[in-house]
C-alpha cells in the first residue's frame, strides 16, 4: 500500500510522505496517519504548520547538524511539538560535499564523483550510517518506542538519505519486509525537490546536474548497503537492533504496540 498521494504537497517542505499501511511479515500493518518523514522545516510555511498540526503531529525528530541548520534555517514548528535533535553527521559529507558543490569547480567534482566515483561515495555513506551512526538512530528508535508517543515526523535536510535510514531501520524493526523497505525507500527519487527544499546550492548547468545525480537521487543499492552493513557487523537485524542499537525486547514489543495496526 502506498499512501504518499493521501498526502499534500507541502509550500516548503519536499519528501513529506508517511509509512503507514506497509505490510508486515506476521499479516499486520503500520499504522496509517502516524508516522512521517520529510525534508527539512527550515522553509515551511504558516499552511505547512497547518498541515502538521491537523496530522496531530507531537514528536519531531531532526537529524541535521549545527552545519545544516546553519545553511538552511532552524525547524518551524506549531506550538507545543517536541523537537528533538539527533545531529547526525551525513557520511556521505565526510569530504563536506556541501562546500565542495557550492565552491568546487567542475574540475574539483569530477576528481570527487567522475566515473562512478559518486555512487561509490553514496554507498559507502549508506554503510556508514549504521557502522558509525547507531547512537542516533538507538536514540530515535528509542523515544519512538516510549508508551504513549504521539503521532511522529523525523527528518533530515533533504530527508532521503539519513532519513532513508531511520525509515528502512524502524520498518524493519516493525516486521516489514525487505522488499516493502526498499520500495519505500526508492519513492524519495519522486517526492524530493531540490529547489525547493533550498539546500543553499548554486543554480547547477547540465554537466554537474548529470555529475551530481548519484547524489540527489537514492538507489536500490544505497539501502541494500545499510541493511548488509547491519547483518555484517551484528549477524543479523535482529543482532544489530539488540546489541549495535540496544534496543531491548520490551523496547521492540513496544514499537509493535505503538506503530502496527
Known amino acids: 500500500m502506498d499512501t504518499r498521494d493521501a ?12 509509512l503507514g499501511g506497509l505490510p508486515t511479515a506476521g499479516g499486520r500493518r503500520v499504522r496509517s496517519g502516524a508516522l512521517f518523514r520529510s525534508g527539512h522545516w527550515g522553509c515551511a510555511s504558516a499552511g505547512d504548520l497547518d ?16 552545519q545544516d541548520v546553519a545553511h538552511e534555517g532552524a525547524d518551524l514548528l506549531p506550538m507545543g511539538v517536541e523537537h528533538v535533535m539527533l545531529p547526525t553527521g551525513d557520511p556521505a559529507a565526510a569530504d563536506d560535499a556541501r562546500t565542495l558543490i557550492m565552491e568546487g569547480g567542475l574540475e574539483t ?3 570527487y564523483f567522475g566515473d562512478g566515483r559518486a555512487v561509490e561515495y553514496m554507498t559507502r555513506a549508506a554503510a556508514a550510517l549504521v557502522t558509525d551512526r547507531g547512537d542516533s538512530y538507538a536514540a530515535f528508535l528509542k523515544r519512538l518506542a516510549e ?18 535510514w531511520a525509515a528502512s531501520s524502524l520498518l524493519l524493526a516493525l516486521g516489514v519486509e525487505e522488499e516493502h523497505v526498499i520500495a519505500h525507500y526508492l ?16 543554480e547547477l548547468d547540465t554537466e554537474f546536474v548529470a555529475l551530481l545525480a548519484p547524489l540527489m537521487k537514492v538507489r536500490e543499492e544505497y539501502v541494500r548497503a545499510s541493511i548488509d552493513a547491519a547483518v555484517a557487523g551484528w549477524g543479523s537485524l535482529e543482532g544489530y537492533f539488540r546489541e ?13 504496540r505503538n506503530w502496527l495496526a
Request: hydrophobic share 35%; glycine share 12%.
Open 7 to 18: 498526502l499534500p504537497a507541502l509550500d516548503g517542505v519536499t519528501n513529506f510522505r508517511e
Open 147 to 164: 508508551p504513549g508517543c504521539p503521532p511522529a515526523l523525523f527528518h533530515c535536510s533533504a530527508g532521503k538519505d539519513r532519513a532513508g
Open 244 to 256: 549495535g542499537l540496544g534496543l531491548s525486547a520490551e523496547q521492540h514489543e513496544q514499537l509493535h
Open 51 to 66: 498541515e502538521l498540526e491537523r496530522r496531530g503531529v507531537g514528536v519531531v525528530v531532526d537529524f541535521r547538524t549545527e
Open 187 to 202: 519513492v524519495s527519487n519522486e517526492t524530493f525537490d531540490v529547489g525547493k527544499q533550498n539546500l543553499g546550492f548554486p
Open 109 to 111: 567534482l569530477h576528481e
